[in-house]
């Protein structure tokens, strides 16, 4: 037992070395785990699941600006001749006499020109119009071959690689929402700017628009401002009778509107 | 100029900026046109074969052969329209189960395989067998290719020809309805545009397959017999002329209900709807769909055809009578075509905001254009002169078991 006097002291280095090659070994172990069971940046991140997309309008704060058509053609590409919109305002005007006039230059991007005559003008609003994204799609129901499809988060979206070009859903819109893009030959529409809201971020239109008329959010999230928006207006969707389930929900909208 | 750029021009009142393209062109006018006569060529023969009308019997094989020649190329307009042909086939692996327009391939299928081909086949098999064993002739070989190995022509395998002959003559009246009804269906289930989504449509369609079925058939036949120097049957051309007579009663009645019912209920969509009827479709619509398409047709036929009086109301020579109804079966061609005109072109000229009007400017050139409609409204003429000269439909050609 003499002999190992001085023992207790090494071997009580050596355990504190075993425990620190220990720890460093466990460490790595667990970061080499965690590196490979991290989720994947964005996609697996993301879960279509936990989300259900709609959009807010209030007419009242829309001042005809256009800013919301012009953004969406830039960044989702979409050709710039007047025939192609994915989102885009309309201008109603409404005299005494009970006439309304529609108007949309060019979707509304370089805003709208002064009104002709301004006498007897009872109301005069602006109306900005994208896809509504329907709880039932019958732009989904009538696509031969599936090609437009509704996600789990309430979007309805186009697979260009599948698409064949008959037009079938650009018929079945009510609301004139779709096109044909002539570069690709397939029907194209709002996407809620879905490559942008996967990572967390707003689609472009509401991105840009000035006065906060357009509000985008989560119908599954309670404190989403799409909910807040919805408990403090009365809303109202187009063309209710069609029973499309428009997601796109407006406040302070005229019954002049289709 | 940007063709478009010069529709915008012309747009009246307030049209959805992604409206004033017309989505659908001449080549879905064309498309129900021809199925229209497929179907419609096909219950002639049904009236033959099944109601024994025997003084048609002329017109039987004609039909019949109208009716493969008009459906083989009925889905070449729908292909060439396509914004991209090459991925069709798509219609057929993944199909969408709720999509009226993904069925169209089976309900095609079904018709042409089950329903047009093997009724010809009984039909012809007899003669099938008979001509390919002509000493000469290089027909006899096709001949021989089409009996398909099967030579027997003994009086009991004729009495099976027979009664599978009627059988899917049977299954094919309903496939007939089925077919036509079925491109009805294609609009009339649109929601959205309500010059389409009525529940008539589909029954107008029908309605107006049989009459365009029926005045092909009756050009057809007058044109095939003067051809061959033969003598017209004029019982068989009264006949024509008298069903041609009834069901252009009941598809101008059917129209007129329709248009009386939106009339008469002047829902939300009628103010634009009679701006496009009074206006854009004026010509289309009234002058040539119900006054020359219709109302002249049913006066002359009314007046002439033994359809409401043995010898007609008016009594007339064979030759004048024989020109009368030439001329109203044309007229009635160009009124059918127009009412297909009316309801694909008129169904997207007004906005789905109910407040304005677009124009369609036809194309010349081009997959949609006026010259590939017209090389696709020519193309069955061909196709039905290769299958008279294989399958000659006349009555002189027919051969007897005791001949072979």
Same mark, same amino acid.
């Given at each position: ?258 | ?90 219609? #057929? ?188 479709? #004026? ?122």
């Amino acid at each position: 037992m003499k002999d190992e006097g001085p023992q207790p002291e090494a071997s009580g280095e050596k355990i504190y070395a075993d425990r620190r090659a220990f720890l460093r070994t466990c460490a790595q172990g667990a970061s080499a785990v965690l590196f490979i069971l991290q989720p994947r940046q964005g996609e697996a991140a993301y879960s279509p699941r936990d989300h259900f997309y709609g959009m807010g309008i209030d007419i009242a704060k829309c001042i005809g600006c256009g800013r919301c058509a012009d953004a969406c053609k830039k960044e989702n590409d979409v050709p710039r001749e007047p025939f192609y919109f994915r989102t885009w305002v309309e201008r109603y005007m409404i005299n005494d006499q009970g006439e309304t006039t529609v108007d949309s230059p060019n979707g509304g991007i370089a805003g709208f020109p002064a009104a002709t005559n301004e006498k007897g003008m009872l109301r005069t609003f602006f109306v900005p119009k994208l896809c509504n994204h329907c709880a039932n799609p019958p732009c989904v129901q009538v696509c031969p071959v599936g090609a437009t499809f509704a996600t789990e988060d309430g979007v309805v979206l186009v697979d260009k690689d599948y698409c064949i070009g008959c037009r079938y859903c650009i018929q079945a819109c009510p609301y004139g929402a779709r096109f044909l893009d002539p570069r690709t030959r397939t029907a194209d529409k709002c996407t809620f700017c879905y490559h942008r809201v996967v990572k967390g971020l707003l689609p472009a239109c509401v991105e840009v628009c000035p006065t906060g008329a357009r509000v985008f959010g989560d119908l599954r999230q309670r404190s989403s401002p799409l909910e807040r928006f919805m408990r403090m207006n009365k809303l109202q969707v187009l063309k209710p009778s069609l029973n499309t389930g428009p997601k796109v929900y407006y406040a302070s909208l005229d019954g002049e509107v289709r | 100029m940007d063709p478009l750029q010069e529709i915008l021009r012309q747009v009246v009142g307030y049209v959805y900026p992604n409206e004033i393209e017309l989505h659908w062109g001449l080549l879905i006018v064309i498309y129900p046109y021809i199925t229209g006569l497929v179907a419609g060529a096909f219950i002639l023969a049904s009236l033959v074969r099944v109601f024994n009308v025997r003084e048609l019997q002329p017109t039987y094989r004609l039909s019949l052969l109208t009716a493969l020649a008009y459906l083989i190329v009925a889905p070449l307009p729908l292909l060439a329209h396509l914004g991209h042909p090459e991925r069709s086939y798509e219609i #057929f692996i993944t199909p969408n189960p709720h999509s009226a327009m993904a069925m169209f391939g089976f309900v095609y299928a079904w018709y042409l395989t089950v329903v047009l081909l093997l009724e010809i086949w009984f039909d012809y098999r007899k003669d099938l067998v008979v001509w390919s064993q002509q000493p000469h002739g290089w027909r006899r070989w096709v001949h021989r290719l089409l009996t398909l190995g099967v030579t027997d022509i003994s009086a009991q395998s004729l009495g099976f020809d027979r009664s599978a002959g009627r059988f899917i003559t049977i299954i094919g009246i309903p496939s007939a309805f089925l077919l036509h009804g079925y491109v009805g269906f294609i609009f009339g289930s649109v929601k959205a545009n309500p010059w389409w989504s009525s529940v008539l449509i589909p029954i107008v369609f029908l309605f107006s397959a049989i009459v365009s079925g029926i005045a092909l058939m009756l050009l057809f036949y007058l044109l095939g017999t003067l051809l061959r120097s033969k003598a017209v049957d004029m019982a068989c051309m009264d006949k024509l002329a008298m069903f041609l007579f009834y069901a252009l009663v009941l598809d101008f009645s059917l129209e007129m209900l329709d248009f009386i019912h939106r009339l008469y209920e002047a829902e939300e969509s009628i103010h634009i709807l009679s701006l496009l009827v009074s206006g854009r479709l #004026f010509l289309s619509l009234v002058i040539l769909q119900a006054f020359l398409g219709t109302l002249i047709p049913l006066l002359i036929l009314g007046l002439i055809s033994p359809a409401l009086r043995r010898g007609g109301m008016v009594n007339l020579p064979d030759e004048l009578r024989r020109l009368l109804y030439v001329g109203s079966a044309v007229l009635i061609q160009i009124g059918i075509f127009s009412t297909r005109w009316n309801v694909v072109i008129g169904g997207q000229l007004f906005s789905k905001s109910l407040r304005g009007l677009t124009v369609y400017k036809m194309q010349l050139l081009g997959m949609e254009g006026l010259f590939a409609a017209a090389a696709l409204l020519i193309l069955p003429l061909v196709l039905l002169l290769v299958l008279i000269a294989m399958l000659p439909p006349w009555a002189e050609a027919e051969t007897h078991p005791t001949g072979a």
